[in-house]
């Protein structure tokens, strides 16, 4: 009898999903309400993990793309996928909640679902970036082809944040002022740490997953087509 | 000095085939055109608010002409194959995209002279000459941050049937510190700079230029090479 060894991405995963459950425990139910703010302020214990673990993608897929592009490397092709649609999907749910927490706080009462903050705006154009990087591999049939192009897109994209996060801050600091940073009390700390490395895990999971269905459909790809039988084969057998 | 060269023939090449056929200027810059007479039917006859926005309109109607340009500058490349056998003769790729890069640049920043006055004249904003010299200043430097992402990334769109799609998705998020900072400038320079702003967004642009054309150059030679 053999044991079905357990792929080393699935204790991540599982580790990932238990501490989410704990930290978002402690930060539904056992951290204090804010002060002004209020419960919806709990949406902060998923809304900044999300900020950064998003971050964290971005700059892995960014890595993987000079891994690509030096060695050739098919891995590092998979993990680049993994790393930008992980990532994407993250700043599509940070943008999310980012528009419910608004919702019920800066905009309430009003009509507004959108602000031209720093931070708001940079992240949209992010994920439009990085959503640009899947739409070229998407149209692109050739494999090494769509590792090499990925990577230069890729690399091409993420050296463009800082410049689009200055350019927005110039732009708005005619207007107002960027909003004040929180001030984070001790009891919130924890579950935000907690939640951090379980969405952190959660996604390392998804990259090495991403990845080896990306490696397996190389090797599909390789894999000769079926040779088309003779008539003369095809007659006698 | 290889590299130069054959950095200097590709322009030629381009600025040529550019000067003999000339459809593609003319049919751009129509296109620009239509784009700025479109912006004021969208906003309506008021004067108002035409002048008000005519620098984003400008650098709009300029920003969507050099993407159907830039598209176009590889389309001739890939007819027949023409780019495997500049690559085959051999031309370094990195000369082959500087060569480009530079032609693009020329083509873009030309677009400037023939729009500019047309739109500052539909939207009825007054500028002496001198300002006139200052805003293609402006426009120039912009177009050396259009064409040298626009270059990679046309290269690359070239090949593909969807070319016409991808290229404004890829290029549009990435140019918006270009956009935000030329659209500044020539605000500025339209209106008066009273707080002394000009100086920073000159300096993005010219951060944009020098870093795109750093990176993408030493990039190109993945994107165009077989492996």
Same mark, same amino acid.
């Given at each position: 009898?053999?044991?079905?060894?357990?792929? @080393?991405?699935?204790?991540?995963?599982?580790?990932?999903?238990?501490?989410?459950?704990?930290?978002?425990? &402690?930060?539904?139910?056992?951290?204090?309400?804010?002060?002004?703010?209020?419960?919806?302020?709990? &949406?902060?214990? /998923?809304?900044?993990?999300?900020?950064?673990?998003?971050?964290?993608?971005?700059?892995?897929?960014?890595?993987?793309?000079?891994?690509?592009?030096?060695?050739?490397?098919?891995?590092?092709?998979?993990?680049?996928?993994?790393?930008?649609?992980?990532?994407?999907?993250?700043? /599509?749910?940070?943008?999310?909640?980012?528009?419910?927490?608004?919702?019920?706080?800066?905009?309430?009462?009003?009509?507004?679902? @959108?602000?031209?903050?720093?931070?708001?705006?940079?992240?949209?154009?992010?994920?439009?970036?990085?959503?640009?990087?899947?739409?070229?591999?998407?149209?692109?049939?050739?494999?090494?082809?769509?590792?090499?192009?990925?990577?230069?897109?890729?690399? /091409?994209?993420?050296?463009? /944040?800082?410049?689009?996060?200055?350019?927005? +801050?110039?732009? +708005?600091?005619?207007?107002?002022?960027?909003?004040?940073?929180?001030?984070?009390?001790?009891?919130?700390?924890?579950?935000?740490?907690?939640?951090?490395?379980?969405?952190?895990?959660?996604?390392?999971?998804?990259?090495?997953?991403?990845?080896?269905?990306?490696?397996?459909?190389?090797?599909?790809?390789?894999?000769?087509?079926?040779? +088309?039988?003779?008539?003369?084969?095809?007659?006698?057998? | 000095?290889?590299?130069?060269?054959?950095?200097?023939?590709?322009?030629?090449?381009?600025?040529?085939?550019?000067?003999?056929?000339?459809?593609?200027?003319?049919?751009?810059?129509?296109?620009?055109?239509?784009?700025?007479?479109?912006?004021?039917? !969208?906003?309506?006859?008021?004067? %108002?608010?035409?002048?008000?926005?005519?620098? %984003?309109?400008?650098?709009? !109607?300029?920003?969507?002409?050099?993407?159907?340009?830039?598209?176009?500058?590889?389309?001739?490349?890939?007819?027949?194959?023409?780019?495997?056998?500049?690559?085959?003769?051999?031309?370094?790729?990195?000369?082959?995209?500087?060569?480009?890069?530079?032609?693009?640049?020329?083509?873009?920043?030309?677009?400037?002279?023939?729009?500019?006055?047309?739109?500052?004249?539909?939207? %009825?904003?007054? !500028?002496?000459?001198?300002?006139?010299?200052?805003?293609?200043?402006?426009?120039?430097?912009?177009?050396?941050?259009?064409?040298?992402?626009?270059?990679?990334?046309?290269?690359?769109?070239?090949?593909?049937?969807?070319?016409?799609?991808?290229?404004?998705?890829?290029?549009?998020?990435?140019?918006?510190?270009?956009?935000?900072? !030329?659209?500044?400038?020539?605000?500025?320079?339209?209106?008066?700079?009273?707080?002394?702003?000009?100086?920073?967004?000159?300096?993005?642009?010219?951060?944009?230029?020098?870093?795109?054309?750093?990176?993408?150059?030493?990039?190109?030679?993945?994107?165009?090479?077989?492996?």
């Amino acid at each position: 009898m053999t044991l079905r060894r357990i792929p @080393w991405e699935h204790w991540f995963g599982g580790a990932g999903l238990a501490l989410l459950l704990i930290g978002s425990y &402690i930060g539904l139910f056992v951290a204090p309400p804010e002060r002004y703010m209020g419960e919806v302020q709990r &949406i902060m214990y /998923v809304h900044l993990p999300c900020a950064w673990v998003s971050m964290v993608c971005f700059t892995a897929a960014f890595a993987s793309a000079i891994g690509s592009l030096w060695t050739g490397g098919k891995k590092w092709d998979g993990a680049l996928v993994g790393a930008i649609e992980a990532g994407v999907v993250l700043n /599509v749910l940070l943008l999310i909640q980012g528009i419910v927490w608004g919702r019920a706080t800066w905009w309430e009462g009003t009509d507004k679902w @959108w602000t031209w903050d720093v931070r708001l705006t940079t992240s949209l154009l992010m994920c439009l970036l990085f959503a640009g990087v899947l739409a070229l591999r998407a149209f692109v049939e050739d494999r090494e082809r769509k590792a090499s192009w990925s990577a230069v897109a890729t690399i /091409v994209a993420y050296v463009d /944040v800082p410049l689009v996060y200055f350019c927005v +801050r110039w732009m +708005r600091s005619l207007h107002q002022p960027q909003s004040s940073p929180e001030t984070v009390s001790s009891l919130m700390v924890t579950p935000l740490r907690i939640n951090s490395f379980a969405v952190l895990f959660i996604a390392i999971w998804f990259i090495a997953r991403r990845a080896r269905i990306e490696l397996m459909r190389r090797q599909m790809d390789e894999v000769p087509l079926p040779r +088309r039988l003779t008539p003369q084969e095809s007659a006698g057998g | 000095m290889t590299f130069l060269r054959q950095a200097l023939a590709i322009l030629r090449k381009d600025l040529l085939i550019e000067w003999r056929g000339r459809s593609r200027l003319f049919s751009v810059l129509l296109f620009g055109v239509v784009t700025l007479l479109l912006f004021s039917f !969208a906003v309506g006859p008021d004067g %108002g608010a035409l002048e008000e926005n005519a620098s %984003g309109f400008l650098v709009l !109607a300029l920003l969507l002409s050099s993407t159907l340009a830039l598209s176009e500058s590889f389309r001739l490349e890939q007819e027949q194959r023409a780019i495997e056998g500049l690559l085959l003769v051999p031309v370094d790729p990195v000369a082959l995209y500087y060569g480009k890069v530079t032609g693009n640049t020329l083509f873009l920043f030309l677009l400037g002279p023939l729009l500019m006055p047309i739109a500052l004249g539909l939207y %009825g904003v007054p !500028a002496g000459p001198e300002t006139l010299l200052r805003l293609l200043g402006v426009w120039g430097l912009a177009a050396a941050g259009l064409s040298a992402p626009g270059s990679l990334y046309a290269a690359m769109t070239s090949r593909l049937q969807s070319r016409d799609v991808l290229l404004p998705i890829l290029l549009f998020p990435l140019l918006v510190p270009v956009l935000v900072a !030329a659209v500044k400038a020539i605000d500025l320079l339209l209106s008066g700079d009273p707080m002394g702003q000009l100086r920073d967004w000159l300096l993005l642009l010219v951060a944009f230029d020098l870093i795109y054309w750093a990176l993408c150059g030493i990039l190109f030679p993945q994107a165009v090479e077989e492996r």
